[in-house]
């Protein structure tokens, strides 16, 4: 799995803006076309790597910074190389540590014990990684709906007005359309799933509509019809996906892996206890489901430190929004509040080496200058440098977490297995 962090790291090391200018016009001409004036320098990285990363073309870009700056890619390999890649990189990973399980519990019968006196633990284990994977499935689904209502909605809009019928592009609409609604099914067919169906039902009914809608009115070339269909839609994602990205954080702090590890290590004790003899193949097996708890601990370690940080940035783009505000309506006040919030932010990346802290710390630099007596600087531009700043920081944490939910989830089924085994 890329580790898109260290490779924004690596973009903003390799290239100043001159040079990252020349580079995406030379190998990434979409993005070098694509750019809009007033990005900063983080926001330009971040559009390339997003790129490479969409289209599948993370080899290139690294083959083709390791020939523009080799010095700094040999760095980056250095790092890579030194650091031990995670056991559970892959979600098959993950849940091959309770298939391995189950399989040893067969040969180890004082382990099978000690996982049925923890079977109402594991059981309530698995209901939560149940309820984490439906969440983290309802999630994904309003990003896709997100990214399908917006390319709908730039076709019948121009500057947030809705274009009239002659001037929309109906042949260009037709695949779009089209896949929104597609994207609406799916959502609606998942949602039937989940076990907090009775909660969803409301809005489920609302993209339901919204699809029906949507399938005249492009039918009829009815303007108003669609605007109103992606209109829904548009409130739908806009309420949802913030509540439940909240539930996913909310079901990782429920999730119990504390005491799952607890019942693993009773296991792995109970399994090393056991004569062995000259079973080189059990051995070498037990060694590994030995690794397999190390590397569950490790990312129950991961999550929690990721869960903290999140709500640290979530924290700090909550104050940035209030700020922002207050920014338009008096500067005066807004100096007298910039100066706590700017250590607060400054605590976030303190002491850390990555292009993201460089680049926050920089940010907050400026826009110090920019409040100084008889500067000349719109406040404005830096501020909204530092919110840029702290925004990517913010996704990167959001992706990392989610990362580590998708390996935890699909542990759920051998999970499940595993219980089914031990009654």
């Not at 949602?191 to 969803?200: G, H, K, P, Q, R």
């Not at 409301?202 to 339901?208: I, K, N, P, T, V």
């Not at 909310?250 to 019942?263: I, K, N, Q, W, Y």
């Not at 004790?269 to 030995?290: C, I, K, S, T």
Request: glycine share 6%.
């Amino acid at each position: 799995m890329p580790n898109l962090a260290a490779i924004h790291e690596l973009v903003s090391a390799a290239f100043n803006d001159d040079e990252l200018a020349t580079f995406c016009a030379d190998h990434f001409r979409a993005v070098y076309e694509d750019r809009a004036g007033g990005q900063t320098r983080s926001q330009r990285v971040l559009q390339l790597v997003d790129y490479a990363d969409r289209y599948g073309q993370l080899d290139r870009l690294l083959n083709e910074i390791a020939k523009a700056n080799p010095y700094q890619f040999g760095l980056f390999s250095d790092k890579a190389q030194a650091e031990p890649a995670s056991q559970f990189s892959t979600p098959n990973q993950a849940a091959a540590l309770f298939t391995r399980t189950f399989d040893l519990l067969r040969e180890t019968p004082a382990a099978r014990t000690a996982l049925i006196g923890a079977q109402a633990s594991l059981t309530q284990t698995c209901r939560h990684i149940r309820l984490l994977a439906e969440y983290k499935g309802v999630h994904d689904l309003l990003q896709q709906l997100e990214l399908s209502y917006r390319v709908v909605y730039d076709l019948l809009y121009e500057q947030d007005v809705l274009l009239p019928a002659e001037r929309v592009r109906w042949r260009g609409l037709t695949n779009s359309q089209m896949a929104l609604q597609a994207t609406i099914g799916k959502a609606c067919g998942f949602l039937a799933t989940v076990s907090f169906t009775a909660d969803t039902a409301g809005w489920a009914d609302e993209l339901r509509a919204a699809q029906t809608q949507l399938g005249r009115a492009y039918g009829q070339r009815d303007v108003a019809g669609c605007g109103a269909a992606i209109t829904t839609v548009g409130d739908v994602v806009g309420g949802q996906l913030s509540r439940m990205n909240d539930r996913l954080i909310g079901a990782l702090d429920t999730l119990g892996l504390t005491s799952l590890l607890g019942v693993l290590r009773q296991a792995r004790a109970a399994m090393n206890g056991q004569p062995q003899g000259a079973d080189a193949a059990l051995a070498q097996r037990l060694a590994r489901f030995a690794a397999d708890v190390d590397a569950l601990e490790a990312l129950a370690v991961r999550l929690k430190t990721l869960r903290d940080e999140h709500d640290a940035w979530q924290q700090a783009d909550n104050e940035l929004r209030s700020e922002e505000t207050l920014l338009g309506l008096s500067l005066e006040r807004f100096k007298r509040r910039w100066e706590r919030l700017a250590r607060q932010l400054r605590g976030l990346c303190a002491g850390i080496e990555a292009g993201w802290a460089r680049d926050l710390d920089a940010a907050l630099t400026e826009m110090s200058a920019t409040l100084a007596p008889n500067a000349t600087a719109d406040p404005l531009d830096a501020f909204c440098d530092c919110r840029s700043a702290v925004i990517q920081r913010f996704n990167q944490v959001d992706q990392d977490l989610k990362t580590l939910c998708d390996l935890l989830k699909e542990a759920g089924g051998p999970l499940d297995a595993m219980l089914e085994g031990l009654a």
